[in-house]
């Protein structure tokens, strides 16, 4: 069965560092993209990026460029999303999905990590 | 960058057809997929590769993407199928989601 486990929400205060995780089993991790999608309260889904756990290749969706980090790892089957400096802004859900290759759709999805930055 | 539009909003009258419509420069020329997420869930992918329905989606939605339109159609709407529904296409390798619809059935 597929599964991506994504770790539990977090509040954190502006200007920490955050590093949530998604974990994925029941299928071949180093050869799917793992993305990200950020929803802030009440609106839409904004794609973030994606990373090939296979070789760490890293795409990023210009509007997140230089905000936040994807990694992966694939001994841990474990995809990652890290901020430097959280904002106030930065509050959000934040999902992780997986595609398998180039015109196929994220057909599964975490749960969600729930963000929260306030001072 | 490149832009999805959606209607906010679409209502539909229990058992009748809703259509969502989605809009983008030559979006034909590219697959769409459309995703369903209901309130407090994660989305789901009810639509890929413009008219294709993964295994567990009710044959109820189809989909159609030509010229700079793609229309997501659910026939025989029950109450159930209320929800924000998001397209998704692909721009040089880069993921763009329509803005969602929210589609009431009352």
């Known amino acids: 069965e597929v599964q991506l486990v994504q770790s539990g929400a977090e509040v954190k205060k502006p200007g920490e560092s955050l590093k949530i995780s998604c974990k994925s089993s029941?299928?071949?991790?180093?050869?799917?993209?793992i993305g990200w999608v950020r929803q802030m309260p009440g609106k839409g889904l904004e794609w973030m990026g994606f990373?090939?756990?296979?070789?760490?290749?890293?795409r990023y969706s210009p509007s997140f460029q230089g905000q936040v980090t994807i990694s992966a790892d694939k001994s841990m089957n474990t995809a990652y999303l890290q901020w430097t400096r959280l904002k106030a802004s930065d509050t959000a859900m934040y999902y992780c999905?997986?595609?398998?290759?180039?015109?196929?759709?994220?057909?599964?999805w975490g749960q969600g990590t729930q963000v929260t930055v306030s001072s | 960058s490149y832009e999805l539009t959606q209607p906010p909003s679409v209502s539909v009258s229990p058992g009748q057809t809703a259509s969502i419509t989605c809009s983008g420069d030559?979006?034909?020329?590219?697959?769409v997929s459309w995703y369903q997420q209901k309130s407090g869930q994660s989305p789901v992918v009810v639509i890929y590769?413009?008219?294709k329905r993964p295994s567990g989606i009710p044959e109820r939605f189809s989909g159609s993407n030509s010229g700079n339109t793609a229309t997501l159609t659910i026939s025989g709407t029950p109450a159930m199928d209320e929800a924000d529904y998001y397209c998704q296409a692909w721009d040089n390798n880069v993921a763009v989601f329509g803005g969602g619809t929210k589609l009431t059935v009352l």
């Open positions: 990373v090939f756990p296979g070789d760490s290749d890293t």
């Open positions: 030559k979006l034909g020329d590219t697959y």
């Open positions: 029941g299928f071949d991790f180093a050869t799917s993209w």
């Open positions: 590769q413009d008219n």
């Open positions: 999905a997986r595609r398998l290759g180039p015109g196929d759709p994220f057909d599964y």
